[in-house]
Protein backbone atom coordinates (compact mmCIF):
# COMPACT_ATOMS: atom_id res chain seq x y z
CA UNK A 1 0.00 0.00 0.00
CA UNK A 2 2.92 2.72 0.75
CA UNK A 3 4.27 1.83 -3.05
CA UNK A 4 0.66 2.55 -3.91
CA UNK A 5 0.36 5.74 -1.99
CA UNK A 6 3.73 6.55 -3.28
CA UNK A 7 2.87 6.79 -6.65
CA UNK A 8 -0.65 8.89 -6.42
CA UNK A 9 1.40 11.21 -4.44
CA UNK A 10 4.01 11.59 -6.95
CA UNK A 11 1.40 12.17 -9.68
CA UNK A 12 -1.12 14.39 -7.66
CA UNK A 13 -2.68 17.30 -9.01
CA UNK A 14 -3.00 20.68 -7.56
CA UNK A 15 -6.77 21.81 -7.61
CA UNK A 16 -7.22 25.10 -8.73
CA UNK A 17 -8.86 27.59 -6.32
CA UNK A 18 -10.60 29.54 -9.17
CA UNK A 19 -12.28 28.01 -12.71
CA UNK A 20 -12.23 30.34 -15.42
CA UNK A 21 -14.30 30.09 -18.27
CA UNK A 22 -11.40 28.01 -20.72
CA UNK A 23 -11.31 26.17 -18.01
CA UNK A 24 -14.92 25.12 -18.67
CA UNK A 25 -14.34 25.09 -22.48
CA UNK A 26 -11.36 23.06 -22.55
CA UNK A 27 -13.18 20.50 -20.50
CA UNK A 28 -15.77 20.48 -23.21
CA UNK A 29 -13.28 20.09 -25.61
CA UNK A 30 -11.35 17.18 -23.92
CA UNK A 31 -14.52 15.42 -22.93
CA UNK A 32 -15.61 16.08 -26.93
CA UNK A 33 -12.38 13.97 -28.49
CA UNK A 34 -12.36 11.72 -25.25
CA UNK A 35 -15.64 10.26 -26.61
CA UNK A 36 -15.23 10.13 -29.97
CA UNK A 37 -11.79 8.28 -29.41
CA UNK A 38 -12.96 5.80 -27.50
CA UNK A 39 -16.02 5.29 -29.93
CA UNK A 40 -13.89 4.84 -32.57
CA UNK A 41 -11.60 2.63 -30.35
CA UNK A 42 -14.66 0.47 -29.72
CA UNK A 43 -15.32 0.20 -33.73
CA UNK A 44 -12.09 -0.84 -34.70
CA UNK A 45 -9.44 -3.84 -33.83
CA UNK A 46 -7.67 -1.16 -31.42
CA UNK A 47 -10.53 -2.30 -28.57
CA UNK A 48 -8.08 -5.77 -28.78
CA UNK A 49 -5.10 -3.12 -28.32
CA UNK A 50 -6.72 -1.56 -25.23
CA UNK A 51 -7.79 -4.75 -23.44
CA UNK A 52 -4.51 -5.92 -23.97
CA UNK A 53 -3.28 -2.71 -22.57
CA UNK A 54 -5.43 -3.22 -19.49
CA UNK A 55 -4.16 -6.49 -19.14
CA UNK A 56 -0.40 -5.14 -18.93
CA UNK A 57 -1.14 -2.29 -16.62
CA UNK A 58 -2.63 -4.71 -13.95
CA UNK A 59 0.72 -6.56 -14.28
CA UNK A 60 2.83 -3.03 -13.69
CA UNK A 61 0.81 -2.31 -10.81
CA UNK A 62 1.01 -5.71 -9.18
CA UNK A 63 4.64 -5.66 -10.03
CA UNK A 64 4.67 -2.08 -8.50
CA UNK A 65 2.86 -3.85 -5.05
CA UNK A 66 5.11 -6.31 -4.93
CA UNK A 67 8.32 -4.92 -5.97
CA UNK A 68 9.17 -7.23 -8.46
CA UNK A 69 11.67 -5.40 -9.83
CA UNK A 70 13.00 -7.38 -13.31
CA UNK A 71 9.00 -7.03 -14.51
CA UNK A 72 9.19 -2.73 -13.42
CA UNK A 73 12.49 -2.68 -15.43
CA UNK A 74 10.89 -4.40 -18.77
CA UNK A 75 7.96 -2.72 -18.91
CA UNK A 76 9.47 0.83 -18.44
CA UNK A 77 11.84 -0.02 -21.14
CA UNK A 78 9.96 -1.48 -23.45
CA UNK A 79 6.80 1.47 -23.54
CA UNK A 80 8.79 3.62 -26.32
CA UNK A 81 9.50 0.59 -28.51
CA UNK A 82 5.00 -0.49 -27.76
CA UNK A 83 4.29 3.22 -28.96
CA UNK A 84 6.11 3.01 -32.46
CA UNK A 85 5.02 -0.37 -32.83
CA UNK A 86 1.31 0.11 -32.29
CA UNK A 87 1.42 2.94 -34.63
CA UNK A 88 3.16 0.70 -37.13
CA UNK A 89 0.37 -1.89 -36.67
CA UNK A 90 -2.65 0.38 -36.55
CA UNK A 91 -1.72 2.39 -39.63
CA UNK A 92 -4.73 1.62 -41.41
CA UNK A 93 -6.90 2.26 -38.84
CA UNK A 94 -5.25 5.66 -37.90
CA UNK A 95 -5.38 6.77 -41.39
CA UNK A 96 -9.03 5.89 -41.70
CA UNK A 97 -9.89 8.05 -38.77
CA UNK A 98 -7.60 11.26 -39.93
CA UNK A 99 -9.95 10.37 -43.38
CA UNK A 100 -13.38 10.43 -40.93
CA UNK A 101 -12.17 13.22 -39.31
CA UNK A 102 -11.37 15.46 -42.69
CA UNK A 103 -14.96 14.77 -43.59
CA UNK A 104 -16.64 16.21 -40.87
CA UNK A 105 -18.93 18.95 -42.51
CA UNK A 106 -17.85 21.94 -39.57
CA UNK A 107 -14.22 21.66 -41.54
CA UNK A 108 -16.30 22.01 -44.80
CA UNK A 109 -18.47 24.97 -43.68
CA UNK A 110 -15.23 27.01 -42.21
CA UNK A 111 -13.07 26.31 -44.88
CA UNK A 112 -13.83 25.99 -48.86
CA UNK A 113 -11.03 24.32 -50.51
CA UNK A 114 -13.09 24.44 -54.20
CA UNK A 115 -14.86 27.91 -54.59
CA UNK A 116 -15.80 26.31 -58.15
CA UNK A 117 -17.06 23.17 -57.25
CA UNK A 118 -20.52 22.62 -58.55
CA UNK A 119 -23.79 24.24 -56.65
CA UNK A 120 -26.67 22.21 -58.96
CA UNK A 121 -27.99 19.38 -58.32
CA UNK A 122 -25.41 16.07 -58.84
CA UNK A 123 -27.74 13.98 -61.23
CA UNK A 124 -30.92 14.31 -62.68
CA UNK A 125 -34.87 12.91 -61.47
CA UNK A 126 -34.32 10.79 -64.33
CA UNK A 127 -31.17 9.01 -63.43
CA UNK A 128 -32.78 8.72 -59.65
CA UNK A 129 -35.86 6.76 -60.80
CA UNK A 130 -33.19 4.41 -63.39
CA UNK A 131 -31.24 3.61 -60.10
CA UNK A 132 -34.33 2.49 -58.32
CA UNK A 133 -35.74 0.89 -61.57
CA UNK A 134 -32.86 -1.31 -61.72
CA UNK A 135 -32.20 -1.69 -58.06
CA UNK A 136 -35.15 -3.79 -57.19
CA UNK A 137 -35.46 -5.32 -61.06
CA UNK A 138 -32.52 -7.22 -59.85
CA UNK A 139 -33.79 -7.66 -56.11
CA UNK A 140 -36.85 -9.27 -57.75
CA UNK A 141 -34.25 -11.67 -59.98
CA UNK A 142 -31.35 -12.35 -56.91
CA UNK A 143 -29.07 -10.70 -59.12
CA UNK A 144 -26.14 -9.19 -56.93
CA UNK A 145 -24.89 -5.82 -57.24
CA UNK A 146 -22.96 -3.06 -55.76
CA UNK A 147 -23.82 0.75 -56.60
CA UNK A 148 -21.27 3.25 -55.81
CA UNK A 149 -22.96 6.83 -55.94
CA UNK A 150 -20.08 9.89 -56.09
CA UNK A 151 -20.93 12.75 -53.67
CA UNK A 152 -18.09 15.52 -52.41
CA UNK A 153 -15.08 13.80 -52.05
CA UNK A 154 -13.96 12.14 -55.37
CA UNK A 155 -13.69 8.60 -56.39
CA UNK A 156 -10.97 8.58 -58.64
CA UNK A 157 -8.75 6.61 -56.74
CA UNK A 158 -10.76 3.38 -56.87
CA UNK A 159 -12.47 4.15 -60.23
CA UNK A 160 -8.66 3.40 -61.73
CA UNK A 161 -9.08 0.00 -60.19
CA UNK A 162 -11.92 -1.07 -62.98
CA UNK A 163 -12.68 -0.91 -66.19
CA UNK A 164 -13.50 2.59 -67.69
CA UNK A 165 -17.45 3.15 -69.13
CA UNK A 166 -18.21 6.78 -69.03
CA UNK A 167 -21.78 5.95 -70.36
CA UNK A 168 -24.43 7.80 -69.67
CA UNK A 169 -26.90 5.82 -66.80
CA UNK A 170 -29.96 3.88 -67.61
CA UNK A 171 -31.45 0.90 -65.56
CA UNK A 172 -30.99 -1.99 -68.96
CA UNK A 173 -27.14 -0.80 -68.99
CA UNK A 174 -26.94 -0.91 -64.96
CA UNK A 175 -28.80 -4.78 -64.94
CA UNK A 176 -26.66 -5.74 -68.10
CA UNK A 177 -23.41 -4.98 -65.58
CA UNK A 178 -24.41 -7.08 -63.35
CA UNK A 179 -25.77 -9.89 -65.22
CA UNK A 180 -24.43 -13.25 -63.81
CA UNK A 181 -20.94 -14.93 -65.88
CA UNK A 182 -20.82 -11.57 -67.97
CA UNK A 183 -17.43 -10.17 -68.01
CA UNK A 184 -18.21 -6.90 -65.89
CA UNK A 185 -20.80 -8.35 -63.17
CA UNK A 186 -17.71 -8.58 -60.53
CA UNK A 187 -16.65 -5.53 -58.31
CA UNK A 188 -18.78 -2.32 -58.00
CA UNK A 189 -19.49 0.29 -60.58
CA UNK A 190 -19.30 4.14 -59.87
CA UNK A 191 -21.48 6.77 -60.82
CA UNK A 192 -20.97 10.11 -61.16
CA UNK A 193 -23.44 12.99 -61.96
CA UNK A 194 -25.75 10.92 -64.51
CA UNK A 195 -22.85 9.06 -66.07
CA UNK A 196 -21.50 5.02 -64.67
CA UNK A 197 -17.44 6.18 -65.29
CA UNK A 198 -16.27 2.98 -64.33
CA UNK A 199 -17.26 -1.17 -63.08
CA UNK A 200 -15.43 -4.16 -62.06
CA UNK A 201 -13.64 -1.94 -59.09
CA UNK A 202 -12.33 -3.03 -55.96
CA UNK A 203 -13.56 -1.45 -52.63
CA UNK A 204 -12.18 -1.41 -49.68
CA UNK A 205 -13.55 -4.46 -46.83
CA UNK A 206 -14.62 -2.85 -43.48
CA UNK A 207 -13.02 -4.28 -40.57
CA UNK A 208 -15.99 -3.47 -38.46
CA UNK A 209 -15.75 -5.84 -35.56
CA UNK A 210 -19.31 -4.95 -34.97
CA UNK A 211 -20.62 -6.73 -38.06
CA UNK A 212 -23.35 -8.99 -38.80
CA UNK A 213 -21.12 -12.11 -39.47
CA UNK A 214 -23.73 -13.19 -41.74
CA UNK A 215 -22.54 -10.24 -44.47
CA UNK A 216 -20.47 -11.35 -47.07
CA UNK A 217 -17.88 -9.33 -49.74
CA UNK A 218 -20.03 -7.13 -51.10
CA UNK A 219 -21.78 -5.81 -48.57
CA UNK A 220 -18.15 -5.09 -46.37
CA UNK A 221 -16.93 -3.35 -49.60
CA UNK A 222 -20.22 -1.51 -49.62
CA UNK A 223 -19.23 -0.07 -45.80
CA UNK A 224 -15.62 0.30 -46.45
CA UNK A 225 -15.94 2.61 -49.10
CA UNK A 226 -18.20 4.66 -47.13
CA UNK A 227 -15.85 4.80 -44.19
CA UNK A 228 -13.55 6.50 -45.96
CA UNK A 229 -15.65 8.91 -48.52
CA UNK A 230 -18.92 10.51 -48.07
CA UNK A 231 -20.27 8.37 -51.02
CA UNK A 232 -23.46 6.65 -51.06
CA UNK A 233 -23.99 2.82 -51.36
CA UNK A 234 -26.43 0.45 -52.82
CA UNK A 235 -25.74 -3.44 -52.37
CA UNK A 236 -28.27 -6.12 -53.55
CA UNK A 237 -28.02 -9.11 -52.00
CA UNK A 238 -27.24 -12.31 -54.54
CA UNK A 239 -28.69 -14.53 -52.04
CA UNK A 240 -32.20 -12.81 -50.66
CA UNK A 241 -32.60 -10.23 -52.93
CA UNK A 242 -32.86 -7.75 -50.22
CA UNK A 243 -31.77 -4.09 -50.84
CA UNK A 244 -29.63 -2.63 -48.37
CA UNK A 245 -27.85 1.01 -48.63
CA UNK A 246 -25.09 2.37 -46.58
CA UNK A 247 -23.78 5.84 -45.68
CA UNK A 248 -20.87 7.07 -43.56
CA UNK A 249 -19.98 3.22 -42.29
CA UNK A 250 -23.48 2.00 -41.36
CA UNK A 251 -25.67 -0.66 -43.04
CA UNK A 252 -29.36 -0.12 -42.95
CA UNK A 253 -30.76 -3.69 -44.79
CA UNK A 254 -33.99 -4.81 -46.66
CA UNK A 255 -34.94 -1.22 -47.75
CA UNK A 256 -38.03 -0.25 -49.62
CA UNK A 257 -38.28 1.95 -52.97
CA UNK A 258 -39.85 4.43 -51.39
CA UNK A 259 -36.83 4.89 -48.66
CA UNK A 260 -34.13 4.29 -50.96
CA UNK A 261 -35.91 7.41 -53.06
CA UNK A 262 -35.53 9.26 -49.84
CA UNK A 263 -31.35 8.44 -49.58
CA UNK A 264 -31.08 9.24 -53.21
CA UNK A 265 -32.90 12.81 -52.95
CA UNK A 266 -30.41 13.64 -49.79
CA UNK A 267 -27.39 12.66 -52.54
CA UNK A 268 -28.79 14.21 -55.25
CA UNK A 269 -28.15 17.82 -53.53
CA UNK A 270 -31.33 19.36 -55.00
CA UNK A 271 -31.43 22.27 -51.94
CA UNK A 272 -33.63 24.38 -50.92
CA UNK A 273 -31.79 27.50 -52.35
CA UNK A 274 -31.66 25.45 -55.71
CA UNK A 275 -35.25 25.21 -56.20
CA UNK A 276 -35.79 28.51 -55.12
CA UNK A 277 -33.63 30.09 -57.74
CA UNK A 278 -35.20 27.54 -60.50
CA UNK A 279 -38.43 28.78 -59.48
CA UNK A 280 -37.19 32.48 -59.42
CA UNK A 281 -35.80 32.02 -63.13
CA UNK A 282 -38.97 30.02 -64.56
CA UNK A 283 -41.15 33.07 -63.31
CA UNK A 284 -38.68 35.95 -64.66
CA UNK A 285 -39.06 34.02 -67.90
CA UNK A 286 -42.50 33.56 -67.95
CA UNK A 287 -42.59 37.42 -67.29
CA UNK A 288 -40.04 37.93 -70.21
CA UNK A 289 -42.72 35.96 -72.27
CA UNK A 290 -45.56 37.89 -71.24
CA UNK A 291 -43.67 40.85 -71.91
CA UNK A 292 -42.89 40.03 -75.10
Known amino acids: MEAIKRILSDYRLSIPTKIYITDIIEIIILAFLLYHVAKWIKNTRAWALVKGLAVIMVFWLVAVIFQFNVIIWIISNTINVGIIAVLIIFHPELRKALEQLGKKNIFRSIVIFDDAKDKSERFSDHTLEEIIRATFEMARNKTGALIVIEEEISLSEFESTGIPLDSMLSSELLINIFERNTPLHDGA ?12 CYLPLSDNIQLSKDLGTRHR ?31 IRNVDGDYLRIKLIGAQKKTADAKQRLRFWRGRRGNEREVD
Not at 190 to 197: K, L, P, Q, S, T
Not at 228 to 239: F, G, N, P, Q, W
Open 189 to 200: VIIRANRIVAAT
Open 221 to 251: AGIGITEVTDCLTIIVSEETGKVSISKEGKL
